[in-house]
């Protein structure tokens, strides 16, 4: 085969130093640390080099941020000015975005087509932020007596944001939007595969004019600066997306010095399939659910649960739109489905097949590397459908991270309900169906924080996004998001000028409190 596409990106990325650390508004020297490649999924070929970032590097990083945050420029900035500079921020990351695509795609992979259609959107959460952030109004609370009762909302501080490699910029700029717009200040830890474009993002708004000390970076692996990050005493917020265990470490550690948590964590999205909804339709939804991004989504649509009455014809169908999708170069035009991040994330993928296999599942798509791409270095994998599965199998009920789903058959609304809700996890759910009633009962009944009907994927800055279970907790985009940048303090005023004495000699009946 031809060798996958060089990018002008390699070359730029390739002759740049080790990086990995920007504290303080500057780019901070490797020095004698330890360091690690970057390697690129579509090649298998070293791009790059960063740090594996030390506690030392840690404590420096959270103190940069802490010294921002109670720093005047940044705590004294009036809201309409941080409003104005988060805006510049949406404006400057929107001039780079042509840039933005081809490194995000060199790094983790995914295809450019998907890359823009994603990261074009990404401006818009910093101008969405501001807009909360104008639009801010605190309470005043109707109390008993001569009193008056109101709340101030105050940014929590310091927060630590882990992002993972699925969606590198995405989920960097979904928590650095309403950080900034908060008036927090932040450390960023990327994921050790994909830390290209966050690196990219830090040099982008340095240059807009960020105070120094609001936006740091901290490369390294989770289990060493990870690790460091979470449990510091110095972070206010814990903001993280990955794997459920990873998230119950981090989360645990965070705790331990009751920082608040945004976590968002595994999944393995039930679909639920009514024979009202035409077929064709839902296999192409079902497509473009489950193979997006080479399934490495936390809401791959990783269950198909599918009436009876058009079961086979179901199977039939996506097992050969998944045949037909064209795996590939991520740059090349005709790529629909790139490599998955690592050869051990598609070592994982191939156990799940084996696993399948072993059960009992019918295989029939994919399951192996795909003949034309085995000797390209790439991580790349078939598109993956079992059919016949049942509901305690553990290609069922574990979550892959892969281009990989299952096909389950059901005969009533009350037994899909019940396979939908049967799962440890509770982030994403969909369900194809032309009956409204039907489509608002399990809207109401499935256990996810995130529901679509008739589609799959869909994102807006202004709408909530999370889960419940093991899928984590607290809520990112929106308002929910927004809001818990804050804690909230009650201020009562006694508006009386009667003297008052509880321990006065007449022993009156006073009130308590």
């Known amino acids: 085969m031809n060798k996958p596409h060089t990018t002008s990106a390699v070359s730029k990325v390739k002759s740049e130093p080790v990086r990995g650390l920007f504290i303080d508004g500057k780019e901070q020297p490797a020095g004698s640390r330890e360091t690690f490649p970057v390697i690129s999924p579509g090649t298998g070929e070293v791009i790059a080099h960063t740090v594996n970032a030390d506690e030392s590097d840690v404590d420096a990083a959270v103190a940069s941020a802490r010294h921002a945050f109670e720093s005047e420029p940044w705590r004294k900035m009036s809201e309409r000015s941080r409003a104005k500079l988060v805006y510049k921020l949406g404006d ?19 295809p450019t087509r998907e890359t823009r259609a994603q990261l074009a959107k990404v401006p818009d959460l910093f101008r969405y932020n501001t807009g909360l952030a104008l639009a801010k109004r605190d309470a005043v609370i109707p ?36 950080t900034f717009a908060s008036g927090c200040t932040t450390v960023v830890k990327p994921s050790e595969y994909t830390p290209l474009t966050t690196i990219r993002l830090w040099e982008i708004f340095n240059d807009a004019g960020l105070p120094p000390g609001v936006f740091n970076i901290v490369t390294g692996l989770g289990a060493s600066t990870g690790k460091a990050l979470t449990a510091h005493p110095g972070i206010n917020k814990l903001v993280l997306t990955g794997g459920t265990e990873s998230g119950r470490l981090a989360g645990a550690a965070a705790a331990r010095n009751f920082a608040h948590q945004t976590l968002e964590l595994g999944g393995k999205a039930p679909v639920v399939v009514f024979d009202d909804f035409d077929v064709n339709q839902s ?9 997006i991004g080479a399934g490495q989504t936390c809401i791959c649509s990783s269950r198909h649960l599918v009436q009876r009455t058009i079961y086979q014809e179901f199977v039939e169908k996506l097992a050969a739109k998944a045949r037909g999708i064209k795996v590939g170069d991520p740059f090349a035009k ?29 295989l029939v798509a994919g399951g192996g590397v795909p003949e034309h791409l085995k000797e390209s270095g790439g991580f790349y ?56 009633a039907r489509a608002h009962r399990f809207a109401e009944d499935l256990e996810a924080g995130i529901i679509w009907i008739n589609d799959h994927h869909r994102v807006d800055a202004a709408s909530p996004w999370g889960g419940v279970k093991d899928s984590g907790t607290g809520r990112e985009f929106g308002q929910e998001a927004f809001d818990h940048y804050f804690y909230t303090k009650a201020v009562m005023v006694n508006k009386s000028n009667e003297p008052f004495d509880w321990f006065e000699p007449e022993m009156r009946d006073l009130r308590l409190n």
Do not use: C
């Open 92 to 110: 400057a990351l929107e001039k780079h975005l042509e840039e933005l695509y081809e490194l995000e795609t060199l790094n983790n992979g995914r």
């Open 381 to 436: 994998i078939e598109p993956t459908v079992f059919a016949d599965v049942t509901p305690n199998m553990r290609i069922a009920r574990e979550e892959v991270f892969g281009p990989f789903t299952v096909v389950m058959p059901f005969d009533s609304e009350e037994e899909a309900l019940r396979m939908a809700n049967d799962s440890q996890y509770g982030l994403a759910a969909a369900v194809r169906t032309n009956n409204v």
């Open 283 to 291: 296999v192409n939804y079902a497509a473009f659910g489950t193979f």
């Open 334 to 362: 005709t790529t629909q489905m790139g490599p998955v991040v690592s050869e051990r994330q598609r070592q994982r993928v191939l156990d799940f097949v084996k696993i399948g296999l072993d059960e009992g599942a019918r």
């Open 143 to 178: 109390v008993d007596g001569n009193y008056l009762g109101y709340t101030l909302r105050r940014p929590v501080g310091v927060v630590a944001n882990i992002t993972p490699f699925n969606h590198p910029l995405l989920i960097a700029a979904r928590n650095l939007a309403p």
